[in-house]
C-alpha cells in the first residue's frame, strides 16, 4: 500500500470525544459539563506538547475565566480575569498571521481573520489603557466564543462531514467495480480523510437557542451601551486636545501630529491608524504617552526652528564664547599696553 504522508496525529482518541468536548465546551446551560470538557482539554493539552489547535487552546481558556467568575467577588479581580483571557486570544490568533519579514499591526491582522474591530479595541483599552467595564468584557468574551465556533469548530465539521461522504462514494464505487488500484485510492482517502485537528458536532437545542441569542447580540449590545453612556466623538475633543481629528465618514478619530511623524510615531497604536474607542481616558492616555511627546516636539521644531532645545543651547554656547573672548582680548590689550 502506498504511504501517505498528509497523515496526521492528534490528541482525542477519536471523533466521539472530540465531538463530547465540543458539545460540552458550549453547553451554557449546564456549568459542570463545562468543566468536564476543560478536563478533557487538560488531558489533550498534556499529550500534546504544546502542539494543541490554537482555537481548541483558546475556547478553554475563555469558557475557563466565564465559570471561575462565580468565584470572584472582587470587581477588579474579575475584569482582570476576563481581560487576560481576551488578550491572550486575541494575540494568539494574529501572532500565527505573523509571517511577513516586518511585524504587521494587531488591527491589520485580525481584519484578515474577520475580528471585529471593536474586539481589537477591547483588547487594546484592555492591554495600555484603563481596563474596560466588566459588561464590555464579557460581550467581548462571547464574541470571542462566538468567532472560534465559527471558524474552527463548525468549520471543521463541516470539513469532516464531506470527508465521511467521499469516502462513502469510494466504498460504494470499489463495492461496484472492485480493484488493487482502487483499493489504494480508497485507502489513501481514508488517511486523508482521516479525523486531524478539524471537527465539530452541534450543541443541544436548547442550549444552542440560548447561546446564539446571546452571541449574536454581542455587538448590537456593546454598540448601544456606547450610545446611551454617550461613548461617542465629542465636537469638544477637538478645541481640548488640538492635536486630534476626527473623521466622520470613517467613523474614527486618530492623532494628525503622529501621522505628520510616522517615523517617530507608535505604528502600532489605535491613534495613529484610527480609533473607534471613544473614551476621554484613551485620549488623555496618548496625549500623556512618549511616541506622542517626541511627535509634538518635532512639529515645534518645525514650526519654529529658533525655540528647540538645541538652538537655544547654541544660542547659549554662542554668549559664553563670546565672553571668553573679550576676557581674553581684554588680557591681551593689558599685557601688551604695560609691556
Request: charged share 25%; aromatic share 10%; glycine share 4%.
Given at each position: 500500500?502506498?504511504?501517505?504522508?498528509?497523515?496526521?496525529?492528534?490528541?482525542?482518541?477519536?471523533?466521539?470525544?472530540w465531538?463530547?468536548?465540543?458539545?460540552?465546551?458550549?453547553?451554557?446551560?449546564?456549568?459542570?459539563?463545562?468543566?468536564k470538557g476543560?478536563?478533557?482539554?487538560d488531558a489533550?493539552?498534556?499529550?500534546?506538547?504544546?502542539?494543541?489547535?490554537l482555537?481548541?487552546?483558546?475556547?478553554?481558556?475563555?469558557i475557563?475565566?466565564?465559570?471561575?467568575l462565580?468565584?470572584?467577588?472582587?470587581?477588579?479581580?474579575?475584569?482582570?480575569?476576563l481581560a487576560?483571557?481576551?488578550?491572550?486570544?486575541?494575540?494568539?490568533?494574529t501572532?500565527?498571521?505573523?509571517?511577513?519579514?516586518?511585524?504587521?499591526?494587531?488591527?491589520?491582522?485580525?481584519?484578515e481573520?474577520g475580528?471585529?474591530?471593536?474586539?481589537?479595541?477591547?483588547?487594546?483599552?484592555?492591554?495600555?489603557?484603563?481596563?474596560?467595564?466588566?459588561?464590555?468584557?464579557?460581550?467581548?468574551l462571547?464574541?470571542?466564543?462566538k468567532?472560534l465556533?465559527?471558524?474552527?469548530?463548525?468549520?471543521?465539521?463541516?470539513?469532516?462531514?464531506?470527508?465521511?461522504?467521499?469516502?462513502?462514494q469510494?466504498?460504494?464505487?470499489?463495492?461496484?467495480t472492485?480493484?488493487?488500484?482502487?483499493a489504494?485510492?480508497?485507502?489513501?482517502?481514508?488517511?486523508?480523510c482521516?479525523?486531524c485537528?478539524?471537527?465539530?458536532?452541534?450543541?443541544?437545542?436548547?442550549?444552542?437557542?440560548?447561546t446564539?441569542?446571546?452571541?449574536?447580540?454581542?455587538?448590537?449590545?456593546?454598540?448601544?451601551?456606547?450610545?446611551?453612556?454617550?461613548?461617542?466623538?465629542?465636537?469638544?475633543w477637538?478645541?481640548?486636545?488640538?492635536?486630534?481629528?476626527?473623521?466622520?465618514?470613517?467613523?474614527?478619530?486618530?492623532?494628525?501630529?503622529?501621522r505628520?511623524?510616522?517615523?517617530?510615531?507608535?505604528?502600532?497604536s489605535?491613534?495613529f491608524?484610527?480609533?473607534?474607542?471613544?473614551?476621554?481616558?484613551n485620549i488623555?492616555?496618548?496625549?500623556e504617552s512618549?511616541?506622542?511627546?517626541?511627535?509634538?516636539?518635532?512639529?515645534?521644531?518645525r514650526?519654529?526652528?529658533?525655540?528647540?532645545?538645541?538652538?537655544?543651547?547654541?544660542?547659549n554656547?554662542?554668549?559664553?564664547t563670546?565672553?571668553?573672548?573679550?576676557k581674553?582680548?581684554?588680557t591681551t590689550?593689558?599685557?601688551a599696553?604695560?609691556?
Open positions: 500500500m502506498a504511504s501517505n504522508s498528509t497523515t496526521r496525529v492528534v490528541f482525542w482518541q477519536n471523533r466521539e470525544e465531538l463530547y468536548v465540543y458539545k460540552a465546551l458550549f453547553n451554557f446551560d449546564d456549568a459542570a459539563a463545562q468543566r476543560l478536563d478533557r482539554v489533550w493539552r498534556s499529550r500534546s506538547a504544546g502542539k494543541l489547535p482555537a481548541i487552546d483558546c475556547t478553554a481558556y475563555l475557563s475565566a466565564e465559570l471561575s462565580g468565584n470572584v467577588t472582587c470587581s477588579m479581580q474579575r475584569k482582570l480575569i487576560m483571557a481576551i488578550v491572550r486570544f486575541v494575540n494568539g490568533m501572532d500565527q498571521e505573523q509571517k511577513g519579514l516586518y511585524g504587521r499591526t494587531v488591527q491589520s491582522l485580525a481584519a481573520i475580528l471585529p474591530d471593536w474586539l481589537v479595541e477591547l483588547r487594546h483599552d484592555a492591554t495600555h489603557m484603563r481596563l474596560p467595564s466588566l459588561e464590555s468584557l464579557k460581550w467581548g462571547y464574541e470571542g466564543l468567532w465556533k465559527t471558524e474552527y469548530w463548525e468549520a471543521q465539521s463541516i470539513l469532516h462531514d464531506g470527508n465521511e461522504d467521499k469516502l462513502l469510494l466504498l460504494i464505487d470499489f463495492k461496484i472492485p480493484d488493487v488500484s482502487r489504494e485510492s480508497i485507502a489513501n482517502t481514508v488517511c486523508t482521516n479525523f485537528d478539524e471537527v465539530q458536532s452541534t450543541v443541544p437545542a436548547n442550549s444552542q437557542e440560548g446564539e441569542q446571546k452571541e449574536s447580540t454581542s455587538r448590537e449590545t456593546y454598540e448601544q451601551k456606547r450610545k446611551v453612556t454617550g461613548r461617542g466623538f465629542r465636537k469638544e477637538l478645541s481640548e486636545f488640538v492635536w486630534l481629528d476626527y473623521n466622520e465618514k470613517e467613523g474614527q478619530m486618530h492623532c494628525k501630529v503622529c505628520d511623524f510616522p517615523n517617530i510615531a507608535d505604528k502600532n489605535s491613534f491608524s484610527g480609533s473607534k474607542s471613544f473614551h476621554v481616558s488623555k492616555g496618548h496625549n512618549h511616541c506622542h511627546a517626541m511627535c509634538v516636539e518635532a512639529q515645534k521644531a514650526e519654529a526652528p529658533t525655540s528647540t532645545p538645541i538652538r537655544l543651547g547654541l544660542r554656547l554662542n554668549a559664553l563670546e565672553e571668553k573672548l573679550v581674553l582680548f581684554n590689550y593689558y599685557i599696553k604695560n609691556e
